[in-house]
């Protein structure tokens, strides 16, 4: 039973663009600061992009410009806006719930892959 789930992965060209959705229930949502995370193959998860119950943002450097991550407190709902997509941005990204902030309850997706071809 999952608490995220994920949604909007897909092939997608260099130079394109995807938005990617994650769901979460109402009480880990008006709560948490919510992330999205990624693993590409042979590396480790890395945090991609974070907001805030409030909005405040924070992007990886390595997608700064690209990516825009959002929040729909009406709608429990978190997006991961990406464009002008490389291939590197190539793995599974995963959505990422840190109740309070605190480290102390976090909840995460199953994950969505994105592939991004040259």
């Known amino acids: 039973q999952a608490q995220l789930v994920e949604s909007g992965g897909g092939l997608v060209q260099a130079g394109g663009s995807l938005r990617l959705s994650c769901a979460a229930s109402?009480?880990?949502?008006?709560?948490?600061?919510m992330a999205w995370y990624r693993q590409a193959p042979g590396k480790q998860r890395e945090l991609v992009a974070r907001?805030?119950?409030?909005?405040?943002?924070n992007v990886a450097d390595s997608v700064k410009g690209r990516f825009t991550i959002s929040r729909d407190n009406a709608k429990n709902t978190v997006y991961l806006q990406m464009n002008s997509l490389k291939p590197e941005d190539t793995a599974v990204y995963y959505c990422?719930?840190?109740?309070?902030?605190?480290?102390?309850?976090?909840?995460w997706g199953q994950g969505t892959q994105v592939t991004v071809s040259s």
């Open positions: 990422n719930a840190d109740r309070f902030g605190l480290q102390t309850a976090v909840f």
């Open positions: 109402r009480i880990i949502f008006s709560m948490s600061v």
């Open positions: 907001i805030t119950t409030g909005g405040t943002t």
